[in-house]
Each structure stands twice: as C-alpha cells, then as structure tokens.
C-alpha cells in the first residue's frame, strides 16, 4: 500500500479545534464561565475523541487490516470503517450480538458496511471475553493478520493521541470535563493540562469500573499516574444507550438557547452534569469550565 495512503494530513482535521463561549444564565449567576471545546468539529466523518484516539493508532497500523470491536450503534466502528474508506485500508468489525446476523442492519451497521467494513457477529458470551488470548486468537485465525484495536479505540496509543487535547486548553480552563465511555479520553486529556488544571469525566455507563480503567491506561501509555482528575458518576441516565424524557427535555432546551445539536449519548449527559454541579455550587466563584463536544448527533 502507498504511504501516503496513511497521511492523515489529507483528510484536513480541523486542529486545533475551536473554544466558544456560552453566555448562559445558569452558570454566570454563580460566577461560573462556560466554554464549549468543538471537538466536533475536527472532521466529519471522524469527529471529536475518534479522531484523537484513531490517529495514533492507524499510523501504527501503517495500512493493515484493523480489527476493532463495537455494539450495534457503535460510533467507534462507524469511525473505524470511515477512516478505511479514506485512506483505503480493510477493517473488520466485531460486533455484539449474534442475534443481529440475521436482521436487516440498522443505519449505524449500515454506513460500517457501506463504507466496506466486513461486519463479525459474536454472541454476547464471546463480545465480553473479547480480551482473552484464545478468543482474539480465534478472531486472527479467521481473518488474518489484522492490527487488533480495543472497544472504543481505549488504548495505550490513545490515551497519548488524547494528551494533545489536554495541550489546547492550557491556560483556557481551570475544570476540564469529558463525557466517559472507555476512559481512553480522561485518561490523555489529564495527562495533557497543565499544572493547576483538572480534568472531569462524567461516566456515561453503569458499573463504577472507569475509574480502574482509567488507571490502568495511565499506567499503559504514561508509566503512572498523570495528571489530576475525577469521576463523577450520577449522570449515566441509566446507562449506555440510555436516555430519559428529563435529559431529552434539557438537550432541546440547550439546543434552543444556544443553537447547538446536542449528542444524546455523552454530550448532554456531560452537559447536563455540569449544570447540575454549577446549581450544587461545586466550582468556586470565578472558575473557567470547558465542556469537550467530543461528537455529533
């Protein structure tokens, strides 16, 4: 394959991306200063923490086939099949639910597909133990030497790929926050700020897990603990996937006063979150927040 077909360069990413004020009453009658950090904005088809995580991970593929695995509205297989179809590597998606085989496939499988990823229904036994030796070994046999990249693109290369955001944001915020899936994101980000800055996620699942996922990927890409962060974890709205009328009713509120699409998946959550902490009086007086829009509805 041609090296430039792994210049990323080509695809024009905006970086880095924008940092917009928002004039909200919500947060300004507490002395707070809301900034929307644009990662949506970097590229369409690779919008927000995909690029960030993505990018170091397919240069270190340098055009084999990339393995990864997802759920059936996985924006990280969409991604991953996106950046194949632009820069003309295979990909392969591993996807859980084996029940789904059979089924027409909804419109998040269907751009994959359409974008020449070969989609791989496991059941959901096999989807958790995705990890272990003899299940990639298995998946390897089947398709080939493939570059494996973890669910969510949360790796060792990511978390160093996220500190650059970190980096954009030095000296524009004193509380960073992310919406969290697999940590891969909190874990660059806070390695990335400065001194005196601190990164928040707000987990977008149950379970309580992040924060040792987050450890251990500091430890993978850093060597150790990098950064200051926290977790606050009441804002799941029952889990991934999951929404509720309350959050479907502040997400158009936003939308409304702002003239921002908000994701419902992680960025209204994350949104949601920090409205709520401004209300409880959890930042000082003073204090610069920046919200990371990591996609797009």
Request: charged fraction near 20%; proline fraction near 7%; charge should be neutral.
């Amino acid at each position: 394959m041609p090296s430039e077909a792994l210049d990323l360069s080509r695809l024009q990413p905006v970086l880095p991306s924008p940092l917009q004020p928002v004039e909200d009453l919500r947060f300004a009658r507490h002395g707070v200063r809301l900034l929307l950090k644009r990662d949506d904005l970097i590229h369409p088809d690779l919008p927000g923490n995909k690029w960030r995580k993505l990018s170091p991970n397919l240069r270190a593929a340098a055009g084999r086939t990339v393995l990864t695995f997802g759920g059936a509205y996985s924006n990280h297989l969409r991604a991953t099949a996106a950046a194949g179809q632009l820069l003309g590597f295979p990909t392969i998606g591993v996807v859980r639910g084996d029940e789904l085989a059979g089924r027409p496939l909804n419109p998040s499988l269907a751009r994959c597909a359409a974008d020449g990823m070969t989609l791989h229904f496991v059941d959901r036994t096999t989807y958790r133990a995705k990890a272990d030796p003899e299940v990639l070994a298995g998946l390897l046999s089947a398709f080939g030497e493939c570059c494996v990249i973890p669910e969510g693109g949360s790796n060792a290369l990511a978390a160093q790929g996220c500190t650059e955001l970190g980096r954009e944001l030095h000296g524009r915020a004193d509380v960073v926050a992310v919406a969290c899936g697999t940590g891969g994101t909190l874990a660059g980000l806070a390695a990335g700020l400065a001194p005196g800055q601190r990164a928040l996620g707000v987990p977008v699942l149950r379970g309580g897990f992040l924060g040792d996922a987050v450890r251990e990927l500091q430890q993978e890409a850093f060597g150790g603990p990098a950064g200051s962060w926290s977790l606050d974890e009441r804002f799941h709205f029952g889990g991934y996937a999951r929404a509720t009328p309350q959050l479907h009713a502040f997400a158009d509120d936003f939308e409304q006063r702002h003239g921002l699409p908000v994701e419902r998946l992680y960025v209204a959550k994350l949104l949601y979150a920090l409205t709520a902490l401004a209300e409880e009086g959890a930042f000082p007086p003073g204090t610069t927040v920046a919200a990371v829009v990591t996609g797009r509805p």
